[in-house]
């Protein structure tokens, strides 16, 4: 029986809210208040930092919500694996229940567990769990209570297992809250044939449901020590959910991204072969595309509707400006393509996250002032590249295009009066100018300067560990304090004045 992604949502929070005396909080915006350890939100948790920490109250002892999450950049960055899978968002919805200053694993793994297998029905035999299996370096131990837990509701022993601190350890960043978790894992096999996997993308196992025993803070030192208190915090993926819940393998392929395929299909009269999901077809170009932009519509979407704007945001100017790229290359939309699927969003989160829908006017405008940038960026970048190639014709089949920084990065080098670029210059030209390693070689072989490609890449692995590390935000956190809470206040803030018309 077909189970759309609406009722979905709702029975989880309906299970906890009126069965289990949960309080709903709604969702935070998709960037942290006050906090610079993640550039985006990334979980659930984040919002209830403080409470963990012991520097805030909590208002109430148990919550359930649903959470909008963004992992692009910081500790959780999943950008690259975006389009190439099934269930890897840049944006998605995590729905989530806590439980503070208290941590019985009994309860809450077997809420989670009487939830998926009574309430959703899902096959038990089709379900994992693994636990923190300990580690000696960090002189924790394996989590065997939890393992029990397990057992004791019924999981046979070899469908629990047991993994280390990168699987079975969670942490929200470099430092923060953290601590052995507990993962339950959907096994797809049952589900479709076991050579339709064959495909690039497709997995048999996922990831479904994190529950997460905080009892650790890790400082900015990487040093971690014990909370005052334990708590439980939980984490399923929204999607995956749905996924499983209407028989599909690919998140693409249910309810919440099949009107976005539809808009797009109908938007650009470019058809994909997403009916033939397991087919070679399916990871062709257009379909990738297909899956990268509904993607990001939905990211971009959040992102304005919340007041983060691609000006002080780096990350969202990137995302926004690669999807107009494929507005442009692959579906051969000029103009209006994201604008027009951002109301395909609204339209299917709006009443879950009503800031989408009362800022739409924000979010339209923004669109319509980024694609102009872009465009004009484009138009003059090509322009000036034709002449650059005049005098340099070695540098004409770079694509500016692709590369807009190009001219920029281009002026810089040719004023300064460089033998070399640098691995240091080079990772600058990356950073500043957008240019990737194969642009980079190429203007150098243009312009007759050396360049140390092994040097480079190692200059450039250190520079992205580095920022792993201390988990960059850009510096564009956004000052919601300064920002005021209305509408018309963030509008105001971000445009200086309050322009009637939303
Ligand atoms: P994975 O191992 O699949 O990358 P994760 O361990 O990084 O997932 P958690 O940090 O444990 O994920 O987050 C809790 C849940 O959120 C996951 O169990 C998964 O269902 C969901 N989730 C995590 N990342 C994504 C994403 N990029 N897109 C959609 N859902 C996600
Ligand atoms: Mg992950
Ligand atoms: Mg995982
Ligand atoms: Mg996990």
Request: glycine share 8%.
């Amino acid at each position: 029986k077909y189970l759309s992604s609406k009722v979905a949502r709702q029975r989880f929070l309906d299970y906890f809210i009126n069965e289990n005396n949960y309080n709903f909080i709604r969702s935070s915006p998709v960037v942290p208040f006050y906090d610079d350890t993640v550039p985006f939100v990334n979980a659930g948790m984040n919002q209830f930092k403080g409470i963990f920490l012991g520097t805030q109250e909590a208002r109430f002892e148990k919550v359930v919500n649903t959470q909008k999450c963004i992992r692009v950049g910081g500790k959780h960055n999943d950008l690259d694996d975006v389009g190439l899978d099934g269930y890897h968002h840049t944006f998605f919805e995590m729905l989530g229940n806590w439980s503070f200053g208290q941590c019985s694993k009994k309860e809450s793994c077997s809420l989670a567990w009487k939830l998926l297998t009574d309430g959703f029905k899902i096959n038990k035999n089709a379900l994992y769990v693994t636990y923190f299996g300990g580690d000696e370096a960090m002189e924790l131990e394996p989590d065997l209570e939890c393992k029990d837990v397990w057992q004791s509701l019924g999981v046979p022993e070899d469908r629990i297992l047991p993994f280390g601190m990168k699987e079975n350890f969670w942490e929200m960043g470099a430092s923060g809250p953290c601590g052995p978790c507990t993962e339950i894992h959907f096994d797809h096999r049952g589900l479709v044939n076991r050579k339709e996997f064959v495909n690039k993308g497709l997995h048999e196992l996922i990831e479904l449901w994190n529950i997460v025993f905080i009892e650790y803070n890790r400082d900015s030192e990487g040093k971690i020590s014990s909370l005052p208190h334990k708590h439980v915090d939980t984490g399923m993926g929204f999607e995956r959910l749905v996924a499983i819940l209407q028989g599909k393998v690919s998140n693409y392929e249910t309810d919440v991204f099949k009107t976005l395929f539809t808009g797009i299909q109908k938007i650009s009269g470019k058809v994909p072969a997403y009916k033939n999901l397991y087919g070679e077809k399916d990871w062709d170009q257009l379909n990738t595309s297909y899956r990268i932009l509904s993607d990001h519509a939905r990211m971009i979407t959040a992102c304005l509707a919340d007041g983060v704007i691609p000006e002080q945001n780096a990350k969202l100017r990137k995302i926004m400006r690669r999807s107009f790229a494929i507005s442009e290359n692959m579906f051969k939309k000029e103009q209006g393509l994201l604008k027009e699927l951002s109301n395909y969003v609204i339209e299917s989160l709006g009443t879950v996250y009503p800031e989408m829908q009362n800022n739409f006017i924000q979010i339209h405008q923004i669109i319509d002032f980024e694609e102009d940038i872009y465009k004009s960026l484009r138009r003059n970048a090509a322009s000036d590249w034709l002449k650059i190639s005049k005098d340099y014709p070695a540098l004409a089949n770079l694509d500016v295009i692709e590369m807009p920084g190009l001219v920029h990065a281009f002026k810089e080098i040719t004023n300064s009066n460089l033998t070399e670029i640098t691995p240091e210059f080079g990772c600058k030209l990356f950073d500043t100018y957008g240019l990737d390693e194969p642009c980079i070689k190429k203007l150098s072989v243009g312009l007759e300067l050396e360049f140390d490609e092994v040097r480079f890449r190692n200059e450039f692995d250190a520079v992205k560990r580095r920022s792993k590390l201390t988990s960059v935000t850009d510096g564009n956190l956004i000052d919601f304090k300064q920002m005021g809470k209305s509408t018309d206040d963030r509008y105001k803030y971000m445009y200086g004045k309050v322009d009637g018309k939303y």
